[in-house]
């Protein structure tokens, strides 16, 4: 059976507020210890270990406490998901980056008790000085590229769903990537820098189409139709596998939510659904990946792409001697 990941990216309410441009998120509204319980449970009732990414900042406030023990008593990989949650990461100096990185590690590390050895950009806004640092920061794995052409088409609606300045909008340009994301690979790789080098665990997007497949995009379709989501979500699971390509797919705190949760929040897709009911399709969804996957942390999945890497050089050095 194929190898496959699991990994949720844990940005809170204050966070998705903080990218809109809205002022309220420095209040820090929170919502981690709702999420965390119902992820838990339903992840937990597949018998899946995931990765779930975390923000510095998040793990500093003392109202997220009780979240945080139940992320730590979990077993599951924690990562690193920035400090500040920042999709202009990119604009960053590299000492500016070094900070930001470093700070979330000793955060994580102390409500938690895990160092994390992996990455993802907010926004999957990556950049080569960030990958650099991260190497020099001794992570051993990054997964922030998302390869399809629909980044910029999200970034347009995200956009005209607020009010920004043009000065906040061009902060927020590296948002959901650009239109070369699409080009970029399926398949974890190594990528050679200064310090080293990090895998790469791209976010898995439909083979050939390069559209989402993430869960949060399922439960998109499943607004227009449950039957549709689920099935959509079926064929690119089996467009992977005759492909021969492992995926490693995300879960985001609002699938577990509606807006009677996250009133503030309502202007994204699939709010106006019930909190049972996107946690039963999920749960249809999670029974149909693990039938057809052996999931596991995005870690796992790195360790085994990294270990495959080594062999190969491996026996090819043993070929030309």
Known sequence: MLRASLSLDLDNEWSYLKTRGDE??????????????????????????MTVFVVGADAERSENASAF????????????????????????????????????????EAATGHVPVGFRAPGYAISPAILEVLAELGFEYDCSSLPTFIGPLARTYYFMRTRMTPEERKRREALFGGWADAFRTLRPHA??????????????????????????????LCEISPQLGLRYFELALDACRLARIEPSLLLHPLDFLDVSDAPRLAFF???????????????????????????????DHARAHGAAVHDASRESELITR
């Open 191 to 220: 990528v050679p820098l200064a310090h080293g080098s990090l895998v790469q665990i791209p976010v898995t997007t439909f083979p050939g189409l390069r559209v989402p497949i993430h869960f949060s995009y399922m439960l998109y």
């Open 69 to 108: 023990a139940m992320l730590a008593k979990s077993g599951y990989e924690i990562g690193n998901h920035s400090f500040n949650h920042e999709p202009w990461l990119p604009t960053y100096t590299r000492a500016e980056i070094f900070t930001e990185l470093s700070r979330a590690q000793t955060a994580i």
């Open 24 to 49: 309220t998120w420095v209040t820090y509204p929170t919502y981690l210890e709702r999420v965390m319980s119902r992820a838990l449970a339903l992840i937990d009732r597949h018998r899946i270990r």
């Open 269 to 299: 897709p699939a709010m106006a659904m019930s909190a049972e009911l996107k946690i039963g399709l999920l749960d249809r969804a999670l029974s149909a990946f693990s039938k057809r996957f052996a999931i596991g942390t995005v870690g």
